[in-house]
Structure formats: C-alpha cells, structure tokens
RNA sequence: GGCGGCUUGGCCAAGUGGUAAGGCGACGGCCUGCAAAGCCGUUAUUCUCCAGUUCAAAUCUGGAAGCCGCCUCCA
C-alpha cells in the first residue's frame, strides 16, 4: 500500500503521487528569528522532520526546503526596544533555533534560505505580478497584491471574499483597492531596514518571500508545503494568489498542516503567559522523550502539554529501552537486510497519513510479544526464537532512524539515566553500592528484616532496587 | 457573524461500514524470602445525545449539546 496524506486543500486523504516520479519538492514555514522557540515550533519542525525521514524511507529523491523570516514588523520592533541590530538579533535566534533543532536530533532540511538572502528574487516576483496586472502600487506607498485578480482566492481555507466582508474586522485602509488586498512591498520609514527597488527604499511584506524562495528552490510547481494551521489562512491562502497569479499553474499539490500544542488543555498565549520554551521543556526532559512525546499523538490533531504526559512517556521510553536491552544480553544483533512483522506495521501507520501515534503503539505491541518470547525461553532463546526476536530488533532500529529516537544504546541510556539522578539527588553511588553489598550479605545470613530495612532506605531516596540472577541493580524511581 | 475541527474506558490515545489498537494507572495471578522488573488475566455489550440509511455504523446522513481553532502577529 502507498502512501496516503491528507490534503488541506481538499479537505481529505489522497494517494502521494509526486509531480516527477521519485522525487519530492517540500517546502515548509520556519519561524520569524524574533525570539526564542517554543514547544509549537518544536511540533511543527519535528513532525515535518518526520515526514521528511519517512519520504526518503520510501526512497524519494526529497528537496526540503525550510526558510527563516529575518526581515519583518516583529523583529523591527524588538531591535527598536533593545537598541541591538536586527541583524544581531536574526542571527543570534537562528544560531539558538539550530542549536535546539540539533539537540532534538532533528535533521538538517536541504535548504534553509534567508529572507535577506532573496531580497532579489523578492523584487523581481513583485514585478512579475505588477506586470501581469496582479498587483498595483501606490504612488509613494506600498506594493498591494489585487485580490480581486485572482478568481480562486479563499480555496485552501475555504473562505470568499462576500462572506469575509460581511464580518469584515479588518481595517478599511483608503489607498486598497479591495480591503482584502495584501502587502507585497512597504517603504521604509526613517531608521528601519530596507533595501533599493523600484518602488523606492522599503522592505518585503511577510508572504511574498515564501513564493519567491519556494520558485527559486523548487520551481513554479512542487509537491508538498507545510506548516502550523495557523499559516492556513492568510499565509499560505497569500502564497497560493501570489505563486498561481505569476505563473497560472498549480502551486502546490498536497498542503499539509500540524495541529497545536496546548499547554495544560489552553492555547499558549503571550496573555496567559504559558508559552513554554524548548529550552525549558529541555531542561527537564530528555530530547527522545520530546520528539516521543511530539510523535504520540496524530500531527493533525491539538496535542496537551503537562507533566503528567511528560512523565507517561518518559516511562514509556523506559519500557522500550528495557527491552532492547534485554534483547542484546539475549544475543540479538544487527541484520539491516531484514524486515518483519513489526515493520510491515509501522510502514503502514506511516503510510496512512502519517500516523505515527499508531506507530508507536506497533512498537509497544512487538515490546510485549518479544518480552513473552524472553519469559517463556528465560532469557536464553533458541535459535528460532532468537531469529524472531532479531526481526523485533533490527526493525526497532530501523523505526528509530524515522522516529529519531531510541538511538541510544540501551546500557548508555540508562547509565546516562542514573548519572543525571545522581547528580540531581546529590548521591554518592559508592554508597550505595555498599549498601546494595550490606543487603546482599544479610539476605545470604536470611536476615531479611535488615535487607528490607536497607531497601526501605533506598526507596526513601527514590532507589529502586531490582535482584535478578546477576545480583542487585538499581535505579531511580 | 463566516470557515474548519473535536467529543472513544479512571487518564492519554488509534480506529479504513463487518462487530472496540496501544500507553499510563488500578486489581488478581506467575516469579520472588518479601519486593521490584517482566509476563499472564481483568478493567468500554460500547464509542456526547437523538433520529435515519444499511444485513451490519465509533465509522455514512440529518438534527441537538458541549469544547476548540482560524478569520489580527502566531507553529
């Protein structure tokens, strides 16, 4: 079965046909490099860095294309009230943006243009529409992109002009033609950043450079273009009059839109000040149980930030490493030429819209059957059952690859685990070794309210302790 | 006001018209000196409500209620 995804623009899932055969142009909105990145954009970037592995699982040729927004209102605005550069500032939230992404194991997209890197192409886009009558400037005042020239205006987000009007919150500005009449190019007033162009000194309105880098990286027409639902209307309904009205041919093909991320069942909002920051939500958990957390729910859907979810997952994760830790003692090994049962499940979650919470629970389902298979030979399998749990755990591996997580080596993962305990509880691990070996030794004389008494002491302090046939280990709660 | 979405067990959450995945939690059992971990079993005769189409509906249609998003910068 092939792929299938679901298309805003018609409102439902289609067959993925690309518009060459085996390869893939995608575009996606980046953020404005104003301020620090929230859990919204880690969402947006992860799920897109998602698609962008599973596209090049499925053996595309994938162009991936995500642009940084470096000259807008927003970033005037903060230069203007710290008295830095709007450079300084562009460049300082573009390094802190790639630090994170990094740190989040995301990969790098193909292309990351700059606005200011296409001012160029930004100019002569504008031209274009002007000179094919789609735009019109003001006399000593901004370039307007005209509505009313494009005749499919509203078609991705399902709007018309006549109803918008009748609502119309919008500010009647004398010099547009129709209200709903967008910037394409303003001047710049004394002290702000602007660039030469035929209509004077100013700068690009905020949608024009998506069309004018999205042709210049991938041409008139491309497959896939994303970002948060938010950017369905204007933005990419914008992008859509400006790119067809240039070029009278389908800009895009398969519009693809992330849900929210609600911080304890509310919108993030700066008035509600619950923006939570990636570097927070880092803080306090690992990236794995980020991007797990990220992936959990279908990227469609609104998905609930809090502690309690955090701390699900992270258990989750736990479970998960447990296994293939205990599928490595058992001998398994890598063998990427094979594929099971596992696999051929998660490739059709995957295949289905991108569901990668089904996904992950194929995962789940392949943990509690290989644990069955472990219990039932005692952790030493024979050969036929080895094979079979060598399929858990080389597809495992591969889901990994896609998911971005569960890369890490089950013993260092947990060593790095207890490491961070120890140094948030302030423990000393001789310690309680010792006290592990003064346990064991009271077990042996069968004085076991001594060797209780010791474990009490160590759960007291968030220790748990577990004998198997190796001896005692431990870990933190 | 316009447009779109959501409502599934204690909580989180998949779900393609064919008879309710998965996770967390809880309870019982196996294992254990006792635990922990792991495993097994039990936790939704039912999917917000009402009506309809159908041999068959959580899934389709119509209606009601509740919640949410976009329409203004926003992932």
């Not at 003001?138 to 009313?148: A, K, M, P, R, T």
């Not at 067809?244 to 992330?258: L, P, R, S």
């Not at 993962?413 to 001789?430: E, N, Q, R, S």
């Not at 001594?450 to 009490?456: A, L, T, W, Y």
Request: glycine residues 6%.
């Amino acid at each position: 079965m092939g792929l299938k995804v679901y298309n805003t623009l018609h409102g439902k899932k289609e067959v993925f046909v690309p518009l060459v055969e085996g390869k893939v142009g995608m575009y996606v909105c980046g953020p404005t490099v104003y301020d620090t990145s929230h859990i919204g954009h880690a969402r947006s970037v992860v799920v897109f860095d998602t698609i962008f592995r599973w596209l090049t699982e499925l053996k595309y040729d994938v162009r991936y294309v995500r642009n940084f927004t470096d000259v807008d209102d927003k970033i005037i605005k903060k230069s203007n009230e710290t008295g830095v550069d709007c450079t300084a500032i562009t460049e300082k939230y573009i390094d802190e943006f790639h630090n994170e992404m990094d740190a989040l194991n995301v990969l790098r997209p193909s292309v990351e243009p700059k606005a200011t890197d296409h001012i160029r192409h930004i100019i002569e886009f504008i031209q274009m529409l002007i000179d094919k009558g789609k735009a019109y400037h003001v006399e000593g005042g901004d370039v307007y992109f005209s509505i009313d020239s494009f005749k499919e205006y509203g078609k991705l987000s399902g709007r018309n002009i006549e109803d918008m009007k009748a609502g119309a919150r919008i500010a009647v500005d004398e010099n547009k033609k129709n209200p709903f009449d967008f910037v394409l190019w303003k001047p710049a007033k004394p002290g702000e950043p602007f660039w030469e162009s035929p209509w004077g000194k100013g700068r690009p309105g905020w949608h024009i450079e998506c069309s004018a880098m999205s042709y210049e990286y991938l041409g008139q027409g491309f497959d896939i273009h994303g970002g948060g639902k938010d950017l369905i209307f204007p933005h990419h309904e914008n992008e859509i009059a400006q790119s067809e009205a240039a070029f009278g041919t389908q800009f895009v093909k398969y519009w693809i839109h992330n849900g929210f991320v609600d911080i304890n069942n509310e919108k993030m909002s700066k008035s509600l000040g619950n923006f939570t920051m990636i570097k927070e939500v880092l803080a306090s958990y690992s990236a794995e149980v980020i991007r797990m957390f990220l992936l959990s729910k279908h990227y469609r859907s609104p998905i609930d930030y809090s502690e309690d979810s955090m701390r699900e997952i992270s258990l989750g994760l736990d479970r998960i490493y447990a296994f293939l830790e205990r599928l490595e003692k058992a001998g398994c090994k890598v063998d990427a030429s094979r594929k099971g049962d596992l696999w051929n499940d998660f490739e059709m979650a995957m295949n289905d819209d991108f569901n990668s919470a089904k996904a992950m629970a194929s995962v789940f389902e392949a943990v509690k059957k290989g644990n069955k298979i472990l219990d039932d030979a005692k952790d030493t399998p024979d050969e036929d059952r080895l094979d079979v749990l060598n399929l858990f755990y080389n597809d495992i591996k591969d889901i990994s690859n896609i998911f971005g997580i569960f890369l890490v080596d089950p013993h260092t993962y947990f060593k790095l685990k207890k490491d961070k305990g120890v140094a948030d509880m302030a423990i000393d691990p001789a310690e309680i070794e010792d006290l592990i070996q003064q346990r064991t030794d009271a077990r042996k004389n069968k004085d076991f309210s001594r060797s209780d008494e010791i474990r009490d002491l160590l759960q007291a302090k968030k220790i748990i302790l577990e004998d198997g046939p190796d001896g005692t280990t431990w870990r933190f709660e």
